[in-house]
């Protein structure tokens, strides 16, 4: 059982390149998430995904778009990638009725 | 709005003493709460959570926490720390409904030999 899976585990982009964090879970999960890792900032929630067709902005949504293509997979989007974007971002999910959130290992993007 | 407070950004304890990690939540109605573990270059992995049952709860690892209504606290303590508890602990809250974890900004614990 893998649980929730991300790829790619680290990204170097240059400032203003784009790119597609993925992310996908077998658990059958509705609810999923976006959130962003920062020294001293904790975990800030960029999107999440209450359910297969539905999205809504967290704390932090600027500068990302999401997709949930379908009840397994929600992808991040950069369109244009600054400095500020450097992080580590960790998807989760949800199975409805529980309350715990699971994660996946995380993706470390560095943009220079 | 609700949020969740850590004291201490870091903390050092030495190998065998008690382990106490501080958070403080709030929110307007009875929420669920979380703690977290990370431990270098992973993911995050549950601890405990408390759901509105039995107020002292017990997780993995010999943690277990406390909810305090009346402190608003759900402090993580452990009698005695070991090595491999060196790690970053984020305590989260939830209310109900389909609404996202909120986080701590995280604790990092240091244990000494």
């Known amino acids: 059982n893998a649980g929730v899976t991300q790829t790619p585990k680290f990204q170097v982009l240059k400032t203003g390149q784009s790119m597609t964090l993925q992310c996908a879970q077998d658990?059958?999960?509705?609810?999923m998430y976006w959130y962003r890792q920062d020294p001293g900032m904790g975990l800030r929630l960029i999107y999440y995904s209450a359910s297969e067709g539905t999205t809504d902005k967290g704390e932090v949504p600027n500068g990302y778009n999401v997709s949930r293509l379908n009840k397994r997979e929600f992808s991040l989007r950069l369109e244009s990638a600054a400095p500020s974007q450097t992080s580590v971002y960790f998807c989760?999910?949800?199975?409805?009725?529980?309350?715990?959130?699971?994660f996946g290992p995380g993706t470390r993007l560095t943009v220079t | 709005a609700q949020s969740v407070t850590q004291l201490g950004s870091h903390v050092s304890v030495s190998e065998g003493a008690l382990v106490l990690l501080r958070c403080n939540y709030s929110s307007s109605v009875p929420p669920y709460l979380f703690w977290y573990v990370q431990y270098p270059n992973q993911g995050l992995q549950l601890l405990l959570k408390?759901?509105?049952?039995?107020?002292l709860v017990k997780g993995i690892n010999g943690f277990e926490a406390e909810f305090k209504k009346s402190e608003t606290s759900f402090h993580l303590t452990k009698p005695s720390a070991h090595m491999s508890d060196a790690a970053e602990y984020f305590c989260?809250?939830?209310?109900?409904?389909?609404?996202?974890?909120?986080f701590g900004k995280g604790t990092r614990l240091s244990v000494i030999a």
């Open positions: 408390y759901t509105s049952a039995a107020t």
């Open positions: 658990m059958n999960h509705n609810s």
């Open positions: 989260a809250v939830r209310d109900s409904g389909n609404t996202p974890l909120v």
């Open positions: 989760a999910s949800r199975g409805t009725g529980t309350h715990e959130q699971y």
